[in-house]
């Protein structure tokens, strides 16, 4: 049976205040996991291995999942033996999560709830493009960041073959939200992730931004012919 959130699907605008991502995200906490599946082939799987293996993590180490949704992405980190904590701020996605066995923490990327120095790695997939403030999300793992730990950002991209690209668009801006439809409680929020997608940086400009936080050392890794790339920097002792 339709609900009143159903019927009046909540969407964020690319100014990406806070309060409305949030609400946006606890509305698709549900099927997220279902929906990345199915809009991305099955490559979400992948990235999230990709991710894992680009952290290069060590039994005992402690990292910091940021914008981790429902907890899947932790659940791949921890394969490593490292010990991962998921922290995101939209409390309907760490609820659609409990049942993960993995330390889930509510908070702002903006304003993170923890110590300076005190993990090891902090890694951000897909989540980095819906803060309002870019720059100071990256300066804020940073503080937290041991000296000598790396970050990696797990976001969508550019592709890099022109063709391919144009056909990548066109998927976003229209094939991506009719397949939402089909799976997603809230289909309308994919309208906004395509939107934010198309809106994003190319790989250099995000790792010129990286690098202008203070992270050091920063490189890219196409995935995906450049669907996705993964960004690293690594904290000066």
């Known amino acids: 049976m339709a609900t009143t ?3 009046e699907p909540i969407r964020a605008s690319l100014d990406k205040q806070p309060h409305e991502v949030a ?4 509305g698709v906490a549900k099927r997220y996991d279902l929906t990345n599946t199915v809009i991305s082939g099955g490559q979400d799987r992948y ?4 991710t894992r293996r680009a952290l290069t993590l060590r039994p005992g180490e402690r990292v910091l999942d940021l914008a981790a949704g429902t907890g899947v992405s932790t659940v ?3 394969k490593s033996g490292a010990w991962c904590v998921a922290a995101d701020f939209s409390q309907g996605m760490l609820a659609a999560g409990r049942f993960r066995q993995v330390p889930m923490v509510a908070g702002d990327a903006m304003a993170l709830p923890f110590a300076d120095d005190s993990f090891d790695a902090v890694t951000i997939s897909f989540g980095l493009r819906n803060v309002a403030d870019i720059d100071l999300a990256l300066r804020e793992m940073l503080r937290v960041t041991k000296p000598g730990g790396r970050v990696v950002v797990c976001e969508f ?3 890099v073959f022109g063709p391919f690209r144009t056909v990548y668009m066109e998927y976003l801006m229209k094939a991506l939200p009719r397949v939402a439809r089909a799976v997603s409680s809230n289909p309308d929020a994919y309208v906004y992730l395509a939107e934010s997608i198309r809106a994003w940086p190319n790989q250099r400009r995000l790792a010129r931004r990286i690098a202008d936080a203070g992270w050091d050392s920063v490189q890219w890794r196409d995935l995906t012919g450049g669907v996705v790339a993964l960004h690293r920097g690594y904290k000066l002792g």
């Not at 609400?23 to 606890?26: A, I, L, P």
Request: net charge negative; no cysteine.
């Open 5 to 7: 959130e159903q019927r």
């Open 23 to 26: 609400s946006m995200f606890d």
């Open 47 to 50: 990235w999230r291995w990709a």
């Open 76 to 78: 791949e980190l921890g």
């Open 157 to 159: 991209s550019t592709p």
